[in-house]
């Protein structure tokens, strides 16, 4: 009978130590070491963990074969015109050629009396006329052409907002105030950084308007010092076969994503969203060792988006354009912009609310402020 009860016990414990090991064999890997991950219908990959700043890249199917032209590209080539209206937060498109038409939220327009951004994304149908666009300034005082610009329209888009904090004060908000609030911050903190950075005082706002974003985005010190670390994400995103969007993350933190239901759209797009994001992160760099992200952060992030709702609420943009609004009970924010004609969303934009130490600026008034 003792012989047997060892040889019940040494059976057991075989039995557990089996199973452990089993266990172990199939333990997931631990997360820091995983650079690729399937998440529904998409699988995200990181691409770039450069300095302070990780872009992780979003493939899958896309839905629209419909072909868009970008803002930029359409200015460019003359298919539109994009007038002045004397009011700060509205502008005017015709479309005169046979092409659909792609505004991307926080597109910025430059010239005519003050630089603008348009505040949602806006599909304009081919050759339609008088279309308006509501923006917000981005830029204060002037309020006549620059050298070699014309006062009643808009000749270029080459340029994005550059920090998720001025697309939440324009896009959310909707508060022409926080956007200048923002430009102003985000000026100040470029002086600061990119001075650090080449060792020469540098001031961004030195040119014809000095609370332009636009001129500050265009400032050569800023250029030199964005280089490489834009190429570096272009790269990743050329190396990936069905790219469809992109998070990233700066200082460890997932500051947004966006997904497109259009390849071909989200290419076109690349070169003004890969900017955008890289001067973000020269903005919010610090002398600390940057911390990274996981890519479980990154699925995590859209997940909580996809929470119990605080509100919901869908706006008309235009005959073309509906947007959706999902805000959480945490301050997860989802932007659907829809195809009406298509009768599917066109693109997605995941952003978290920045909590406020003081009380909101009131929203100013629509009516020309020079």
Known sequence: MKNYSILIVITLLVIISCKKNKEQTTQIPNEADVKELAMGPYVLSQITSK???????????????????????????KKVEVRETSNVNELRIDNNSEDTIFIHSGDIVKGGKQ??????DVIIKPNAKNVPLASFCVEQGRWSPRKGERSDKFEENSKMLSSKKLKLAARYDSNQQKVWEKVSEEQSKL?????S????????TENESASSLQLTLESNELKKVK?????????????KDNVIGYAYAINGKVYGVDIY????????LTPKITESIVTEAIVESND??????????????IEQSKMIEDSNKTKKINETTELNIRETKEGYLTFSSIDKDQKKWIHKNYLKKEK??????TVLSTQRRR
């Open 51 to 77: 300095e302070n700043l990780q872009v992780f890249a979003i493939t899958g199917k896309d839905e629209i074969k419909k072909e868009y032209i970008t803002l930029d590209i359409a200015l460019k080539e």
């Open 115 to 120: 630089d603008r951004t348009v505040a949602n």
């Open 191 to 195: 002086n600061n950084n990119l001075s």
């Open 197 to 204: 950075r080449t060792g020469n005082k540098v001031d961004v």
């Open 227 to 239: 280089k490489e670390l834009q190429e570096s994400v272009i790269k990743g995103l050329k190396n």
């Open 261 to 268: 239901n259009s390849k071909k759209l989200f290419k076109d």
């Open 288 to 301: 600390s060792i940057p911390t990274k992200a996981k890519i479980v952060d990154v699925k995590h992030f």
């Open 356 to 361: 406020e130490n003081k009380k909101s600026t």
